[in-house]
């Protein structure tokens, strides 16, 4: 019964190791993808904040709200990642906030 018991032993260290391998690489890779998902939303949130304080500085300096992203980016320093992002700006009028959507642009070469 001894020799049984260390074959079953040994048996049990060769199916254990791989598995817990296994385990932590599986582990660790969705640790990863919950990172890079945290920080493409943070990314979408801050280029919007960008953009909203951009027309704010815009409406205090001007009197107006810019008419248009490409405005904010000549006039106020706002940077647009276009490959990464789609800004959806629709400026209504002078004196209105114009309203403003920020997707990650999934489109993949």
Not at 27 to 47: D, K, P, T, W, Y
Not at 63 to 72: I, N, T
Not at 97 to 106: A, F, G, K, Q
């Amino acid at each position: 019964m001894g020799r049984r018991d260390r074959i079953g032993g040994r048996l049990l260290k060769c199916l254990l190791l791989p598995l817990a391998v296994v385990g932590a690489v599986l582990a660790f890779s969705a640790a990863v993808r919950s990172l890079e998902g945290g920080q493409a939303e943070e990314g979408l949130h801050q280029l919007e904040t960008a953009l909203r304080k951009g027309c704010v500085a815009c409406y205090a300096a001007e009197g107006a709200y810019p008419p248009s992203v490409e405005y904010l980016e000549e006039h106020y320093g706002v940077q647009v990642d276009r490959e990464r992002y789609l800004v959806f700006y629709t400026a209504y009028a002078e004196n209105l906030m114009p309203d403003i959507t920020v997707l990650e642009n999934s489109y993949e070469e």
